[in-house]
């Protein structure tokens, strides 16, 4: 019982601390002026990405690595598969054209970059400053690029007013600290909590990870693309996915590796032998779908939530040496994952129309 409240304590002080953080940061942003699109690919999204990041970090220093990993790459797949098709299934998501052309094929290109990376089954000190090091650039470069389309617009160069300036600063800097302050705290009891799960259920660090940690840290994530999706803000809920994919790869491991010091993070070889693979067969997923008239629809939203259930079936079944496992992912291979490839084909290759 002490376990399950410090698990529900720990995920709520993430959730409000994340949700502090985007407020403060959100703010300081648009007092800068950033469009919505790039608060939602930067600051949104690393402010929900901001447990992962608190977790993983937390998990390396108590030398739980298969935590830091498995919530990483848990996190992705339950962003793409779960949160973006529970949220296609309330309301079908419009996809910005600007995430077809530039975010998504950035993040496919970082999730492949990082399979090469783990190819060794270890992320050092070498690569996770290189993949910090992305971050920053990737976050200059679309910091400029918005500034630039607003200096195109009519009323780009209007200035802050002066009080949002003076005034609201301390507000701002006030809602960031008490949102890391949340953060930190929330992680320690997250961790702490769900290492005790895995033992008690004599299941790894690593499916714990996968699975319970990894919704739970997902949780802003998920609470920001609904309600985005509900109040019909469909771009907010799709870019805000696409964006902390990239921050949990990016930041996460980034700054994990980095904590981890010359040793570096080593990964199970049951994540590069499936999990890894399924992290970026659901990135590649997101481009032929998003091409389907740049928006994502109902049953292409169910098809993406199938999925995520099947996965975890499979990691379930795993975990307990399930006899029937063999027979489970015989049917995927056979019957599952062919009819994926000829409705991806078939949406492939049907008449798109032009991207708004």
Known sequence: ????????????????GAELLVKGASRLAISLGLTPLVVGLTVVAFGTSAPEIAVSVGAVAGGQTDIAIGNVIGS??????FILGLSALIMPLAVDRQLIRQEVPIMIGVTGLLLVMLRDRMLGMGEAGLLLALLVAYTAFVVIQSRRTLRAGSAADEPAPAEDWASGRLVQAGLILGGLVGLVIGAQLVVSAAVSFARALGVSDLVVALTIVAAGTSLPEIATSLTAALKGNRDMAVGNVVGSNLFNI????GIAGLVAGPAGLTVAPSVMAFDAWVMMGAAVACLPIFLTGCRIARWEGAVFLAYYVFYVGYLVLAAEDYHRLQGYTRAMLLFVMPLTVLTALAIWLRPKPQPR
């Open 76 to 81: 992705n797949i339950l962003n793409v598969l």
């Open 250 to 253: 990016l930041g996460c491991l």
């Open 1 to 16: 019982m002490l376990n399950i409240l410090s698990f529900v304590g720990g995920l709520a002080l993430l959730v409000a």
